[in-house]
T-cell receptor, first 115, second 116 residues
Framework: AQSVTQPDIHITVSEGASLELRCNYSYGATPYLFWYVQSPGQGLQLLLKYFSGDTLVQGIKGFEAEFKRSQSSFNLRKPSVHWSDAAEYFCAVGVKSGTASKLTFGTGTRLQVTL | NAGVTQTPKFQVLKTGQSMTLQCAQDMNHNSMYWYRQDPGMGLRLIYYSASEGTTDKGEVPNGYNVSRLNKREFSLRLESAAPSQTSVYFC???????????????FGPGTRLTVT
């Protein structure tokens, strides 16, 4: 069965520092991978997605992620974190089930940014 | 263009009470989803509707029912609320085209439900 693991529950970084959030997936076929961000009290917003092709994908707000098939990973990165990036981040894998296209989410990583 | 809207934003229920969470989307999407979010557990799928007139169970359907009223609206009903259903509930939609873009889901702002 498909699954997504985000090993870091909580990460704290200083503003201006670089960021890497880890995501590992388990899925038998070619995965469709997503990163979503949830600001406090808000819904989820899509940051970026990987379908195929170039393994380094760019997203909104200066984020990027790299798909590594050999490591079953899709880690999210940002070169310089801003205080407004404090939020919870979810990695997800797309799964086909009958006629529906569903997402399986990881448990999330909460990012705290110190000034 | 409001995207996905949910009502109410907050709700407090007593054990045994019933209520319906409403969701509507104005993007002409075919598929709609209901999730619950609990601390440390990410988002778990309760029910989904791949198209108007169809609904299917997700990962955690017990204690819930859904109705796909039309293409725009997808409601979630708690017939007899229990404290274990205290959670944040999110509705989402996707344009069920063929191919990978069909997995791209758009989320509403959520309903925070407390059952005492």
């Amino acid at each position: 069965a498909q699954s997504v693991t985000q090993p870091d529950i909580h990460i704290t970084v200083s503003e201006g520092a670089s960021l890497e959030l880890r995501c590992n997936y388990s899925y038998g076929a070619t995965p469709y991978l997503f990163w979503y961000v949830q600001s406090p009290g808000q819904g989820l917003q899509l940051l970026l997605k990987y379908f195929s092709g170039d393994t380094l994908v760019q997203g909104i707000k200066g984020f990027e992620a790299e798909f590594k098939r050999s490591q079953s990973s899709f880690n999210l990165r940002k070169p310089s974190v801003h205080w407004s990036d404090a939020a919870e981040y979810f990695c997800a894998v797309g799964v086909k089930s009958g006629t529906a296209s569903k997402l399986t989410f990881g448990t999330g990583t909460r990012l705290q940014v110190t000034l | 263009n409001a995207g996905v809207t949910q009502t109410p934003k907050f709700q407090v229920l007593k054990t045994g009470q019933s209520m319906t969470l409403q969701c509507a989307q104005d993007m002409n999407h075919n598929s709609m989803y209901w999730y619950r979010q609990d601390p440390g557990m990410g988002l778990r799928l309760i029910y989904y509707s791949a198209s108007e007139g169809t609904t299917d169970k997700g990962e955690v359907p017990n204690g819930y029912n859904v109705s796909r009223l039309n293409k725009r609206e997808f409601s979630l009903r708690l017939e007899s609320a229990a404290p274990s259903q205290t959670s944040v509930y999110f509705c989402a939609s996707s344009e069920e085209r063929r191919g990978p873009s069909s997995y791209e889901q758009y989320f509403g702002p959520g309903t925070r439900l407390t059952v005492t």
